[in-house]
């Protein structure tokens, strides 16, 4: 384990999407059952044994290939994003974030209407770096990266523009980054 630094000047965001988390209907045994018959299929224990590289040159069912694509992309953006974070590149960091929301989208589909229309609000504000579903999915809350100057800002319009165009209400949480992978709230809307 190491403490890699965030950049300076930039802050996170936790949106709720008003939409509960059901992890019990099954959904999330689907997903572990088929990255499990993915890892089988391309002769390894575990997914992270398997690089992107390799995974281009499967003849894996598209489902498989989908979810092991969504596996092996998160554990290389990893990688990519300890060295992002390590040069302060946190605009870099906040493209991996897009990035992770669309694999989760439309790899692993385990995202949401809700956790969708959160992470496209957020994009389309100005002082934005990224934004992603956070935890599980299936519902839940998004996370996203912007400009601490425009952190409050991000996240009373985030707010406003969720309920405006779902009805429902989103509690969003202002979280000051500390030193390495701490972080400590600092507002609550």
């Known amino acids: 384990m190491r403490t890699i630094p965030f950049p300076r000047g930039l802050a996170l965001i936790v ?9 019990s209907n099954g959904r999330y045994n689907e997903r572990v059952k088929e990255t499990r018959a993915a890892a089988e299929a391309l002769g390894v224990c575990v997914l992270r044994d398997v690089s992107g590289e390799r995974l281009k040159k499967s003849a894996l069912p598209s489902l498989l290939s989908r979810r092991a694509a969504h596996i092996v992309g998160e554990n ?20 991996l974030m897009n990035e992770s929301h669309e694999s989760s989208r439309n790899n692993f589909d385990n ?6 229309l959160l992470v496209e609000i957020a994009q389309g504000i100005p002082g934005v770096l ?5 935890g599980a999915g ?4 998004t996370i ?3 400009e601490e100057k425009r952190a409050q800002a ?8 969720y309920a405006a165009r779902t009805k429902l209400q ?12 701490h972080s400590r709230l600092i507002s609550r809307k």
Do not use: H, M, Y
């Open 111 to 116: 995202s949401s209407p809700e956790l969708d």
């Open 15 to 23: 949106a709720e999407s008003g939409r509960k988390r059901q992890l």
């Open 170 to 181: 989103s509690q969003t949480f202002v979280c000051k980054i500390g030193d390495g992978a």
């Open 76 to 95: 290389e953006r990893v990688g990519r994003a300890l060295d992002l974070l390590a040069s302060g590149n946190g605009a870099g960091f906040g493209a």
């Open 144 to 146: 996203t990266l912007c």
């Open 154 to 161: 991000v996240a009373e319009e985030l707010t406003r523009e």
């Open 130 to 134: 990224g934004a992603r579903l956070t």
């Open 138 to 141: 299936w519902g839940g809350a």
